[in-house]
């Protein structure tokens, strides 16, 4: 459970270190033109703050730093989680925050069996059977994953009955974005409730003020705080609180304003502190189950809890501390970087586009900007267990390069390091050079078992991807030597994986392979479209970054590029990958990834009349029901390069079900998948694209968006890369 940390308060801001890549300001008037009124940050971000006013189970809102996030129901605390369970379940979460199920007898995950897959004439083994081996196969899916680390909610009584949802009314809460303030006012059996939340930037903790005159009423008191502390599930909920005995909560110090909690479960530990600022008693009520419950004659409570996997030692920042820091945080957050304002827009879709774009950008920065890649729920709920998926890390993070804020995504980019040796010993195993990063991980590096997930490759060029961002706003030797080894080892890799097809004299990629699109059969799949453009710009930008460091041009790595397949086409159009004729008929659906050889990359090796006549099919012929989030903005950015901007708005706003983003921003998409982050990430590049430019872009304000006059697109502080 020990990671190395940081918090975004104070590395969130790159603007000064940017040489290569140009930062945009821009305010077109009607579609041209350039106004140097500056936008109205706090004006332009408060109008988007989420408000509720009844009960919501698809849009509880979160509270976080990008380590840690907490998770509120409408009383701004965590009092009716059940009303939340089959939804968006009320977790507590951090980076740091894992915990494994002991392993059953008998077991042994080095016993794995592996199925063989045919390559080239070689045989390689891969994780992805549970044939004669479900309960290993299992486990190791389900190990390690993400803890709730503790419920904190209200206990509300009337008289001796506990209150319900039935009890509660007058609901009026607010999430200002501005200051990162969750304000929640309500009545309570008629009785007037007013609680204020935020979670400190600087640590993993969790401030709150509530005032009512419930807060002295009555012995025992009519409302008081209890805090919960479950077992670890593998479970969207994280939790399980039918285990008592499986694990220990302990009072460790209690003063007359602090107390101090030992957590214990299966051989992990964390430690929680509880500190407030007028008379109160905090006792134990039940298993894993406290009260604090005010003393004094005031009607305000205010507490702060703080989670660490070290022992807490110190006071802590009090209630008022907590608040004032996250609200100047927040407001250095909103009044730097970059910024896009479709207020003069006439098109009907402006606000609701604008709504996502900021409330995105609230998202990412408190779920996926943290020391570790996120899970595609961030920090709000498990998705497959809490594990990442590395290939969904650009749909995260890289778009905090566009929004010059590229220290939270540099922040997560030292955890590729820590796992380099696992991913050199896979390449090993498997007879490749080089490293190869896993899909399905948790923070150790394991790759989890799956029929998909070990045979994808297009995660592999993504570090280069990464580590080029960082260079263009800092090309300088110290950005070359801290990358370097992730960028060579990746690429060594990729070399290495190709095969030279004599007969036909080119490298091609696979079989076994599975591309981004997913329901390819991997024994019958061979030179994915966007896979052997990723393959090309991450063999070329190596090539770049040894010139950079004074390096020759690896030989191997330019015949590659010289002689790398050809992107597949048939009937005018380009194919999923070769073998996939059938690719707008029977697989038209999942992931339309051919469209990302131009837009997600620069398209080098695209014919542009190809692509705009495969963009054009894509968006009559597929199944949109049966795509996920980032298909849209990926659809997006190559309808903007082909100048086919109308296209791109109604990709970004097209009216579907996986495109659907709830009151909170979250971009729903099944219930077991009720949030997804990389929808929300996609769309902040796409719309960094989309406003701030790319390479060979029209020259004009906003080249990715209509210039009829029905946008207006007035943006600052974006940076246009060369890169994309």
């Known amino acids: 459970m020990t990671l190395s940390r940081r918090h975004f308060l104070g590395v969130a801001f790159a603007g000064a270190a940017l040489s290569r890549a140009k930062t945009v300001n821009l305010s077109p008037v009607a579609g041209r033109g350039i106004s140097l009124t500056p936008i109205d940050r706090k004006a332009l971000v408060t109008r988007h703050n989420p408000i509720l006013r009844k009960f919501d189970p698809l849009s509880p809102l979160s509270l976080g730093n990008g380590e840690f996030a907490f998770t509120a129901d409408v009383t701004g605390l965590q009092t009716f989680p059940t009303e939340y369970e089959n939804s968006i379940p009320l977790c507590t979460m951090s980076q740091w925050g894992w915990h494994t199920t002991p392993l059953p007898a008998g077991l042994d995950p080095k016993q794995f069996r592996l199925t063989q897959y045919d390559t080239h004439g070689r045989s390689v083994g891969y994780a992805t059977s549970s044939e004669g081996q479900r309960e290993l196969y299992d486990w190791l899916r389900e190990n390690p994953h993400r803890l709730h680390l503790g419920k904190i909610g209200l206990r509300l009584s009337k008289g001796d009955v506990t209150g319900s949802p039935s009890d509660i009314s007058d609901i009026d809460q607010r999430l200002d974005l501005w200051s990162g303030t969750l304000k929640s006012e309500f009545k309570f059996a008629g009785e007037p409730i007013s609680v204020r939340t935020a979670v400190h930037p600087n640590h993993d903790l969790l401030a709150v003020e509530i005032k009512s005159g419930l807060i002295r009423e009555g012995r025992p008191a009519r409302l008081a705080v209890r805090f919960g502390f479950p077992y670890g599930s593998p479970a969207t909920n994280a939790s399980d609180w039918t285990q008592h005995k499986s694990h220990k909560s302990e009072i460790v110090t209690k003063t007359g304003h602090a107390v101090r909690l030992h957590r214990a479960l299966d051989g992990h530990e964390y430690h929680v502190a509880v500190e407030w600022i007028d008379d109160a008693n905090f006792n134990e009520s039940d298993y894993h189950q406290f009260d604090l419950c005010a003393t004094s004659s005031r009607e305000t409570l205010a507490f702060v809890v703080k989670f660490s996997e070290r022992p807490i030692t110190g006071s802590l920042p009090n209630a008022p501390m907590t608040f004032a820091a996250a609200a100047d945080h927040w407001r250095q957050f ?205 063999l070329q930008t190596a090539q770049k970054w040894r010139e950079r460091l004074g390096m020759k041009r690896n030989p191997e790595w330019d015949r590659i590029i010289a002689n790398l397949s050809a992107l597949p086409i048939r009937g005018g159009l380009y194919l999923a990958h070769e073998n996939c004729p059938q690719t707008f008929t029977e697989r038209n659906h999942d992931h339309p990834s051919m469209l990302g050889a131009l837009g997600m990359l620069p398209g080098d090796r695209v014919d542009r009349e190809t692509m705009r006549r495969t963009l054009k099919k894509v968006m009559t012929d597929w199944q949109w029901d049966k795509t996920w989030g980032w298909d849209y903005p990926l659809t997006a950015m190559t309808a903007a390069r082909l100048g086919e901007t109308k296209i791109a708005i109604d990709a970004l706003l097209m009216n579907t079900e996986k495109n659907r983003y709830l009151p909170n921003g979250h971009n729903w998409q099944r219930p077991n998948l009720p949030c997804y982050l990389p929808g929300n990430g996609g769309l902040l590049y796409a719309i960094a694209m989309m406003a701030g430019g790319w390479r060979g872009a029209p020259r004009k304000p906003a080249p990715g968006f209509p210039d009829d006059g029905s946008w207006n697109v007035r943006a600052e502080n974006l940076v246009s890369h060369w890169l994309t």
Request: proline fraction near 8%; include cysteine.
């Open 334 to 538: 909103w009044s730097n970087g970059g910024t896009v304002d479709l207020s003069d827009s006439r098109d009907a879709r402006a606000f609701e586009l604008e709504r996502r774009i900021v409330l995105s950008q609230y998202l990412t920065a408190t779920q996926c900007s943290g020391s570790m890649p996120p899970q595609e729920t961030g920090l709000t709920v498990n998705s497959w267990y809490g594990k990442f998926h590395l290939e969904m890390h650009w749909w995260h993070a890289a778009h905090f390069a566009l929004w010059n804020r590229l220290p939270l995504l540099e922040k997560s980019l030292s955890w590729y390091a820590s796992i380099l040796p696992s991913a050199r010993d896979r390449a090993k195993s498997q007879e490749y050079r080089g490293a190869r990063w896993p899909k399905m991980v948790g923070p150790e590096g394991r790759d989890s078992p799956s029929p998909i997930g070990p045979l994808l490759i297009w995660q592999q060029p993504h570090p280069i991807f990464y580590a080029e961002l960082c260079y263009r706003s800092h090309p300088n030797r110290v950005t070359l030597m801290r990358y370097r080894d992730i960028v060579f080892d990746s690429t060594e890799f990729m070399a290495s994986y190709t095969y030279f097809e004599s007969a036909k004299q080119r490298y091609v990629l696979g079989p076994p392979v599975i591309p981004a699109q997913e329901n390819h059969p991997a024994r019958e799949t061979w030179n994915p479209t966007f896979e052997l453009a990723y393959w090309s710009f991450g």
